[in-house]
């Protein structure tokens, strides 16, 4: 029963992590389609965005490199990227677009990063670490290659989004929930916070003023 159990929830982790492979690498795609990149450019944004933060994860972790040892990743990435291209003259609104395949892109990377960190026997606090940093690492690469300020330095609830789906997918494991569904509520909970900070124009201010609602500059 345990082996069956395993496999299991390696397959909810390879799922959630192919799925966010794809949704990232479109928003990277995207992004890239802002700055006019020819295909080579989308391509290369879209793959970084979509195997950055795992890869990083992976390498302060001490483990291999899961996308040099299966290139079936690199593969989604590049296919992704590459639909991306032959069909964004059909995204009326790239901005709202890219904003909301990052948002699926940082769910499903929290729960695959703190799942596989938890999973190498990580203390609990580096696990919810690694959620963090597989959801943002790929958007921070991204936006810099673009041009782009990073969103967590702009006051954007986007590391808060993904430290609070860390922090409930470990937790609930921690309290003895089966892994998958600790995954599906953490994948929930980061994308509903996101979600709102998106639809409601939620943004984390300087000391003094914590929260501001409609902040953003049009």
């Known amino acids: 029963m345990s082996v069956v159990n395993g496999e299991m929830i390696q397959s909810v982790i390879h799922g959630f992590m192919y799925f966010g492979d794809v949704v990232f ?9 802002k700055r006019k990149m020819d295909i080579v450019g989308y391509v290369l ?3 970084v965005t979509g195997l950055g933060g795992g890869t990083l994860r992976d390498l302060l972790l001490g483990r291999p490199v899961w996308w040099t040892r299966d290139s079936l990743e690199l593969l989604l990435c590049i296919t992704a990227a590459l639909c991306t291209y032959f069909w964004v003259f059909r995204i009326s609104n790239r901005y709202n677009a890219t904003t909301w395949f990052d948002a699926l892109g ?33 958007g921070v690469i991204r936006d810099v290659l673009t041009d782009t300020r990073p969103m967590i330095l702009c006051g954007e609830l986007y590391a808060v989004a993904a430290l609070a789906g860390a922090f ?19 994948f929930l909970g980061t994308l509903l916070i996101r979600g709102a900070a998106i ?15 409609g902040g953003r500059k049009k």
């Open 106 to 138: 940082l769910s499903a990377f929290t729960v695959t990063g703190s799942s596989v960190a938890m999973q190498w026997g990580v203390p609990w606090e580096v696990a919810v670490f690694m959620g963090v940093m597989t959801a943002t690492g790929g």
């Open 25 to 33: 690498s479109v928003s990277g795609a995207l992004a890239a389609g």
């Open 168 to 186: 409930i997918n470990v937790g609930l494991v921690k309290l003895s929930v089966l892994p998958e569904i600790a995954m599906a509520v953490g």
């Open 45 to 47: 944004v879209g793959v």
């Open 199 to 213: 639809i409601y124009d939620i943004q984390l201010g300087p000391p003094g003023e914590l929260v501001k609602v």
